[in-house]
């Protein structure tokens, strides 16, 4: 079959290995409830509510494999979506790539997808989708920063003043969501050729650029917003009762 009449799937890549510390201590991030339900299993279904994705792969703690495959089959998935469990590493690149390699050959589209943000739309999912189905290499969802941002000197010591050494242009930033979305070779490509010390990767689009491959952005949306600290988590639980009460969800 020629490349031209292959039909084009897509799996999505959600590591979920990290434990939230700034959620405070219990449960990793990952499986903190919302509404009764894990934050993961609401971003799962966040991803599978596209039709046009074929597989979800849950990078999940190494010795917490089993505990997610049993959570993921305690609750309602689309039957249309294929779901897989791997282990993680120890830093969210690491887990990225893991992830990646469990993703079938004739996957050409690969979306990566925080497993704390759990609300993303389905219309968000679709446009980050079609962007790279219409020839994008990279693609972020993001929407305009609200706030004046300003580049500090960071301090000495804990506490102290830090100064100010630039203000950037607010027109010109962004704030950048997730599922971000890959052309498969590409994302192969700079999980391959670029090694991060420390933490790893926080954005793999970020590791496409200095392949230095393009990344073009889509509109984000308010929803779309990470579940990090105990008021997301307030914030959060809003937004799926306002989704109850006007769409049944």
């Not at 290995?17 to 509404?35: I, N």
């Not at 989708?129 to 219409?134: K, L, N, P, Y």
């Not at 300003?150 to 599922?179: C, F, H, M, W």
Request: no cysteine.
């Amino acid at each position: 079959m020629s490349d031209e009449a292959r039909p084009s799937r897509t799996a999505v890549v959600i590591p979920a290995a990290g434990r939230g510390v700034r959620l405070g201590p219990g449960a990793p991030k990952a499986l903190r409830a919302l509404s009764g339900t894990p934050m993961l299993v609401h971003a799962v279904r966040a991803m599978a509510a596209s039709r046009a994705v074929q597989l979800v792969v849950v990078v999940a703690p190494a010795d917490g494999v089993a505990e997610v495959k049993r959570l993921l089959g305690d609750h309602a998935l689309p039957e249309r979506t294929d779901y897989l469990v791997v282990a993680g590493g120890d830093t969210r690149q690491e887990s990225v790539r893991l992830g990646l390699q469990a993703v079938p050959e004739d996957v050409t589209t690969v979306l990566v997808h925080d497993a704390a943000r759990p609300l993303v739309p389905v219309d968000t999912v679709d446009a980050v989708i079609e962007a790279v189905r219409d020839g994008a290499v990279a693609v972020v969802p993001a929407l305009p920063v609200a706030d004046t941002v300003k580049e500090v000197e960071p301090a000495g010591r804990p506490g102290d003043p830090e100064q100010v050494v630039a203000t950037p242009v607010r027109a010109r930033l962004r704030a950048v969501q997730t599922p971000q979305g890959f052309d498969r070779a590409t994302l192969v490509d700079a999980h391959a050729t670029i090694a991060l010390a420390g933490e790893g990767a926080t954005d793999d689009a970020g590791m496409v650029e200095k392949l230095g491959a393009p990344v073009v952005v889509v509109p984000g949306h308010e929803e779309a917003f990470k579940v990090t600290r105990p008021l997301d988590l307030v914030l959060a639980e809003a937004v799926l009762a306002r989704r109850r009460a006007n769409d049944g969800f």
